[in-house]
């Protein structure tokens, strides 16, 4: 079954804001991010943070962690000293996620975004369950991490799951597949 789109005029698109001034286009509240010339938007029916992230771990001073990540992050014993793990690069980008859900840049309290039991996927997976708390209160969230091709890690944190019916497989799309053709204008 081909989907038919409804195109509208450029000078037609209205981007409204809501109340947290994060983007939204008619029930359409959408969020977008982008590493090493990679973008990822994600559009969903409540407000959402996303965040890409390569799969890097040099982009880190593991000497830079302890100002990141919350000692429950960590999950060091005492003395000692932290490595750069995929976690911490899923973590980084459900705390990045989660200030874009909110519209504040917030990196004076970044160590009290606290998400725990972050376990990286292997290429093509999707994991979908971490425990969060937010300047010590456990968050009723929904939070999901992708990894693509093993090279990014996406994040996605949102107050509730997606419903059965909005539901869809994450999937890339040529620019091809979203820019009409001549014929189509």
């Not at 975004?113 to 999707?126: I, S």
């Amino acid at each position: 079954m081909t989907r038919k789109h409804s195109w509208r005029q450029w000078d037609k698109i209205h981007i409204g804001r809501t109340p947290h001034g994060k983007p939204i286009f008619g029930d359409l509240n959408y969020n977008v991010s982008k590493a090493d010339g990679v973008v990822v938007l994600v559009g969903y029916s409540n407000r959402v943070g996303i965040d890409i992230i390569a799969n890097n771990k040099n982009q880190f001073n593991a000497s830079d962690l302890k100002g990141l990540f919350s000692a429950r992050e960590l999950g060091l014993s005492s003395g000692e000293k932290p490595i750069v793990e995929e976690r911490h690069l899923v973590g980084w980008a459900y705390k990045e996620a989660y200030m874009k859900f909110i519209g504040v840049p917030d990196w004076d309290s970044i160590t009290s975004y606290e998400f725990l039991e972050v376990n990286p996927p292997r290429p093509a997976e999707v994991f979908k369950e971490c425990t969060v708390f937010i300047r010590g209160v456990r968050q009723e969230c929904y939070t999901e991490v992708h990894n693509i091709d093993d090279s990014y890690f996406v994040a996605i944190y949102a107050m509730n799951a997606p419903e059965k019916a909005e539901e869809k497989d994450f999937r890339r799309l040529k620019l091809q597949e979203i820019i009409p053709t001549i014929q189509e204008i």
